[in-house]
């Protein structure tokens, strides 16, 4: 079965960078559409970032562009958001999710079958 697991959350102060993981398996994530989400309380669910599959094309949302980076460790099976400059904005509960197909809508969560926990983010001002 698959699995997603994410982990690296917590609480920083403004400014300051984190590194959340995802752990895959029961899927190889170098053949899905990987992205990162997060939802904060009384907000929508949001993307943050895709990597496509195989050529790992990568896409950030407006909001954090210039801030967040995407990126797999193929070997590992692992997906990872390196999140800088942090903001008190970018307070969430962050989840990694995995779509065979996205039919062009990366920033739709509604097309992601798979889903982690979530791991929260806390940013402090």
């Known amino acids: 079965q698959v699995q997603l697991v994410e982990s690296g959350g917590g609480s920083v102060q403004a400014g300051g960078s984190l590194r959340l993981s995802c752990a895959a398996s029961g899927l190889t994530i170098s053949s899905y559409y990987m992205g990162w989400f997060r939802q904060a309380p009384g907000k929508e669910r949001e993307g943050v970032a895709v990597i496509y599959p195989y050529g790992g094309s990568t896409y950030q949302f407006d909001s954090v562009k210039g801030r967040f980076t995407i990126s797999r460790d193929n070997a590992k099976n692992m997906l990872f958001l390196i999140m800088n400059s942090l903001k008190p904005e970018d307070s969430a509960m962050y989840y990694c999710?995995?779509?065979?197909?996205?039919?062009?809508?990366?920033?739709?969560?509604?097309?992601?079958?798979?889903w982690g926990q979530g791991t929260q983010v806390t940013v402090s001002s």
């Open positions: 999710a995995a779509a065979v197909t996205t039919r062009g809508y990366i920033w739709r969560h509604t097309e992601y079958q798979y």
